[in-house]
């Protein structure tokens, strides 16, 4: 079967810095997604990944190892506003999204 | 660019009656679109995908004569909530992906919350 695992919930603190892992087995795999969904509103993007290695988008940095089968989401500066759920996503080999649960995330002050 | 819009944003009915929700793309056109469900504190359910111009392909587990999809155009997918009972209230939110062959990314839009009575 198709799994994608995640912690279900972080805590830190604002300024900090917060690592969300993803760990994922699926039938094949054409990239993964990072999402941020605000309570009550639909996802964002953020990150695509298809390539090992790390991206950096300002703030957010998305790493990729394919053979480990894992992911994980750096967030630096942490600021209120990231209080959020992180969902990770793999494309599989039919090009569907599989979705992880989401890490709901909490910044403290 | 690249956004998609919800109708309505929030809906309340009684059992037993249909509720449309309607799907649009804004700035781009959509060969795919997606229907999502999501339960309070849960991740994302896919119920269904749908093509322009042709029938929906409904995820194993969805009743496809109880939530009936259709994708008249490039920017428009609807979803009919038909006899909706209050274990259908949900969050729901629909992803339209673009033309481009080589792009995977789905966006959202600011979904649905129905809540039946």
């Known amino acids: 079967g198709q799994n994608i695992d995640q912690p279900t919930e972080m805590t830190a603190t604002e300024g900090a810095i917060v690592q969300i892992n993803c760990t994922y087995q699926t039938s094949g795999f054409n990239g993964l997604f990072w999402y941020q969904q605000h309570a009550g509103e639909a996802p964002t993007f953020l990150s695509y990944?298809?390539l090992d290695g790390l991206e950096e988008k300002g703030r957010f940095s998305s790493f990729l190892s394919r053979s480990k089968g894992y992911s994980y989401l750096l967030l630096k500066e942490l600021q209120m506003k990231d209080s959020a759920s992180y969902l990770c996503a793999v494309l599989d080999s039919n090009y569907q999204l599989i979705w992880g649960a989401g890490t709901k995330l909490i910044i403290k002050p | 660019g690249a956004v998609v819009s919800q109708h309505p944003s929030w809906v309340i009915c009684k059992s037993g009656t249909s509720v449309k929700i309607e799907c649009r793309s804004l700035d781009f056109q959509a060969t795919t679109m997606f229907w999502y469900r999501q339960f309070p504190k849960q991740s994302l359910m896919l119920m269904a995908t749908?093509?322009?111009?042709?029938?929906?392909?409904?995820e194993q587990g969805v009743e496809k004569d109880k939530f009936l999809i259709n994708h008249a155009s490039l920017t428009l997918s609807t979803l009919t909530v038909t006899s909706a009972h209050p274990e259908d209230s949900s969050f729901y939110i629909c992803?339209?992906?673009?033309?481009?062959?080589?792009?995977?990314?789905?966006?959202f839009g600011p979904g649905t919350r129905l809540t039946v009575t």
């Open positions: 992803s339209a992906k673009g033309l481009r062959a080589d792009s995977y990314e789905q966006y």
């Open positions: 749908s093509n322009e111009g042709s029938k929906a392909t409904y």
């Open positions: 990944n298809v």
